[in-house]
Nanobody
Framework: QVQLVESGGGLVQPGGFLQLSCVVS????????LGWFRQAPGKQRELVAD???????SYQDSVKDRFTIHRNTPENMVYLHMTDLKPEDTAVYYC????????WGQGTRVTVSS
């Protein structure tokens, strides 16, 4: 079992920034990908960004140049630094672990509104 706990969500004005954090614990494998997904009201959950154990990253087109994912492997942490936030970024953000099995965090809500 792997546990993931997110933090850092909240209310922010358009153009603002937030950093989400996720701590990973449990039976962590040597090779795994960590990612951030989000789900807006009435929409399907979608990948925002992910990072492999080698540090290879990928991003959804709508967040490129605004969001940055990075991981601290020794501390089993993954972060999502979000800048220039837009109302359409409003969603519940989920931390995701993909190894031989996939695990999810409970989610943290991000609301972008003036």
């Amino acid at each position: 079992q792997v546990q993931l706990v997110e933090s850092g969500g909240g209310l922010v004005q358009p153009g603002g920034f937030l950093q989400l954090s996720c701590v990973v614990s449990g039976n962590i494998e040597r090779r795994y990908t960590l990612g951030w997904f989000r789900q807006a009201p009435g929409k399907q959950r979608e990948l925002v960004a992910d990072i492999s154990e080698r540090g290879i990253t990928s991003y959804q087109d709508s967040v490129k140049d605004r969001f940055t994912i990075h991981r601290n492997t020794p501390e089993n942490m993954v972060y999502l630094h979000m800048t220039d936030l837009k109302p359409e970024d409003t969603a519940v953000y989920y931390c995701n672990y993909r190894g031989s099995t996939t695990y999810w965090g409970q989610g943290t809500r991000v609301t972008v509104s003036s």
